[in-house]
C-alpha cells in the first residue's frame, strides 16, 4: 500500500472517529421533556399576550410607549418562533402530532406556515455550507467569480439585497408579511395548503383582535412587534451562517460534519439576549442534530470536547459580517467589496509587459 493511501485511510478513520465523539454527545440530549416544552410555551407566549394588552393601553397614553414595548415584545414573538423552528424539526414533543399543532398555532403568531417553512428549512439543513447548494432558505451569496461574470443588473440587485437598511429593515418585514403569504410552485400540496390555512389562521385573528381593539390598534401593535421580531429573526439567520471564519465547500469535498461546525456560527451572546433568542446562537450543535430541543443545546455545547474548539462569535464581531459579501473561493473566506479592487489591481499589474 502507497505512502498516500495508508494518509488518506488515516484520515478517514480520524474523521470516523471525530463523527462517533460527537454523535455520543448529542444522542443525550435529542430526547425533549415535556415539562420544559410546557413551561417554555408559557413563558414566551403568556408574557407576549400581555404584553399586546399593555401596547394596547398605551396607545390612549402616548405614542412613544410603543417603540420599546414592540422590542420587548419582539424578544419574546422570537421565542415563539424558536417553538415553531423546533416543533418543525420534530424536537419539541416527542409526538409528531403535538408537534404540527404548535407548530401551526405558533406560525399563525409568527406570520410563518408551518409545513412549508418546514420543507424549506429541510433544503437549508440539507445543503448548508455547500456551495453547490444554495437554494431554498439561504441567504443569496455569490462567490467573486460570480460577482463579476453577473450583468450589471444583478450585481445593483446583490448589492440593494445585502445593503444592511434592505437587509435588516426592508427584508424582515417583506418576508414574513408578504412573502410567506404565497406559496412555492416547488412545494408538495400540504406545503402549499400549508400557507393557505396559515393565511386563514392570521386573517381570523387579525378580525377578532381588530373586533376587539380597535382596526388601527391592531394594525399598529401587530406591525410594530412584527417589525422587531422578524428583524431580529432575519439577523440572526444571517449571522449563523455569514460570519468571519466560516467555512464552505463544493459539493465533491463537503461533509455535514464540517459543514456544522465550522459552516455554522457558535454565536456567544449575552445572557439575557441568549435566552430570548432560545439558545439559536448555539447553531453549530443544532446543526449537528436538529433534533435536540432548544433548551437542551447549551448543555450538549458544553458536555463535548470538541465544541469548545470552535470560535465564538461575539455579539461585538458579529457586526463584522454586514461588510462580508463575496465567497472567494481563492482563499475560502467571505470578502468585502473592496476586495475586488485588490483583485482587479492584480490583474492589471500581470497585463503589463
Known amino acids: 500500500m502507497s505512502v498516500a493511501s495508508q494518509d488518506l485511510l488515516l484520515t478517514q478513520a480520524e474523521q470516523q472517529r471525530k463523527i462517533m465523539a460527537w454523535k455520543a454527545v448529542v444522542a443525550r440530549h435529542q430526547q425533549p421533556s415535556l415539562w420544559r416544552s410546557i413551561f417554555q410555551i408559557v413563558n414566551s407566549v403568556v408574557p407576549y399576550a400581555a404584553l399586546w394588552f399593555l401596547m394596547d393601553r398605551s396607545l390612549a397614553i402616548s405614542a412613544w410607549l410603543i417603540p420599546p414595548l414592540a422590542i420587548v415584545a419582539g424578544g419574546f414573538l422570537t421565542r415563539v418562533f424558536i417553538i415553531h423552528h423546533d416543533c418543525g424539526h420534530g424536537s419539541f414533543f416527542k409526538s409528531r402530532r403535538a408537534n404540527d399543532v404548535y407548530g401551526f398555532i405558533t406560525g399563525v403568531l409568527t406570520f410563518t406556515p408551518y409545513h412549508f417553512w418546514r420543507w424549506e428549512h429541510a433544503v437549508h439543513h440539507a445543503g448548508s455550507g455547500d456551495l453547490d447548494r444554495r437554494d431554498l432558505g439561504s441567504v443569496w451569496t455569490l462567490t467573486v467569480q460570480e460577482y463579476l461574470e453577473a450583468p450589471w443588473w444583478k450585481r445593483f440587485a446583490y448589492r440593494a439585497m445585502r445593503n444592511p437598511v434592505v437587509l435588516l429593515v426592508v427584508v424582515p418585514s417583506f418576508l414574513f408579511l408578504v412573502l410567506h403569504r404565497f406559496a412555492s410552485r416547488r412545494a408538495n400540496r400540504r406545503e402549499r395548503h400549508s400557507v393557505y390555512w396559515t393565511n386563514a389562521g392570521i386573517l381570523a385573528m387579525a378580525v377578532a383582535l381588530s373586533f376587539v381593539m380597535g382596526l388601527k390598534a391592531y394594525l399598529v401593535v401587530q406591525f410594530s412587534i412584527m417589525t422587531a421580531a422578524s428583524t431580529a429573526g432575519v439577523w440572526l439567520f444571517y449571522v449563523q451562517h455569514q460570519f468571519e471564519g466560516v467555512n464552505w465547500q463544493r459539493h465533491g469535498t463537503w461533509d455535514y ?6 459552516g455554522s456560527s457558535f454565536y456567544k451572546l449575552p445572557r439575557l439576549l441568549q435566552w ?7 447553531h453549530h450543535i443544532h446543526h449537528l442534530n436538529p433534533r435536540i430541543p432548544n ?36 482563499q475560502n473566506r467571505l470578502v468585502a467589496y473592496g476586495y475586488l479592487r485588490t483583485l482587479r489591481k492584480r490583474q492589471r499589474l500581470c497585463e503589463l509587459p
Not at 257 to 262: F, H, S, V, Y
Not at 276 to 282: H, K, T, V
Open 257 to 262: 460534519t464540517t459543514a456544522a461546525l465550522e
Open 276 to 282: 430570548f433568542s432560545g439558545n439559536i446562537g448555539f
Open 295 to 330: 433548551y437542551n443545546l447549551e448543555k450538549c455545547h458544553n458536555e463535548g470536547p470538541m465544541f469548545q474548539q470552535v470560535r465564538a462569535v461575539t455579539l461585538r464581531s458579529s457586526l463584522k459580517s454586514l461588510s462580508l459579501h463575496l465567497w472567494d473561493e481563492s
